[in-house]
Nanobody, 126 residues
C-alpha cells in the first residue's frame, strides 16, 4: 500500500512559479512509476507528467512541456513538480499518483495509477 501526500500549491500570478511536492510512504519508491495529473473545475482529469523510475522515461504533456520539470529524491521518497511561467489555464487541483512496483502501464492513463494523493490547489491569476 502506498500513501501519497501533496503539498506546495497556492495562489500565484501569471508568469510566476510554484514547486509541488509528493511524499510517498511504503516500499520500493525508487522502482515505482509516478505521475502528476490535474483537474480544473468542470473538466476531466488530465495528464501532466509521467515520472518513470527508469532513466529517460519521463513524459510531459504538450501543454506544460518547456515550463514544468520534475525531480526525485529517493532518500526522501519524494517527487517534485517545478512549475514555471505559469498561466491562468494551469489553474487546477494537482494530484500525485503512483503505479504498482515495477509496473509499466500506460503513462498517460490515470486508470493505470492505483494510488492517489488528496490533491493540492494551484491557482494562477491573470
Amino acid at each position: 500500500q502506498v500513501q501519497l501526500v501533496e503539498s506546495g500549491g497556492g495562489l500565484v500570478q501569471a508568469g510566476g512559479s510554484l514547486r509541488l511536492s509528493c511524499a510517498a510512504s511504503g516500499r520500493s519508491f525508487s522502482t515505482r512509476n509516478m505521475g502528476w495529473f490535474r483537474q480544473a473545475p468542470g473538466k476531466e482529469r488530465e495528464f501532466v507528467v509521467h515520472v518513470g523510475w527508469k532513466p529517460g522515461s519521463t513524459y510531459y504533456a504538450d501543454s506544460v512541456k518547456g515550463r514544468f520539470t520534475t525531480s526525485t529524491d529517493n532518500a526522501k521518497n519524494t517527487v517534485y513538480l517545478q512549475m514555471n511561467s505559469l498561466k491562468p489555464e494551469d489553474t487546477a487541483v494537482y494530484y500525485c499518483a503512483a503505479m504498482r512496483i515495477l509496473t509499466t502501464g500506460d503513462p498517460y492513463n490515470s486508470l493505470d495509477y492505483p494510488y492517489w494523493g488528496q490533491g493540492t490547489q494551484v491557482t494562477v491569476s491573470s
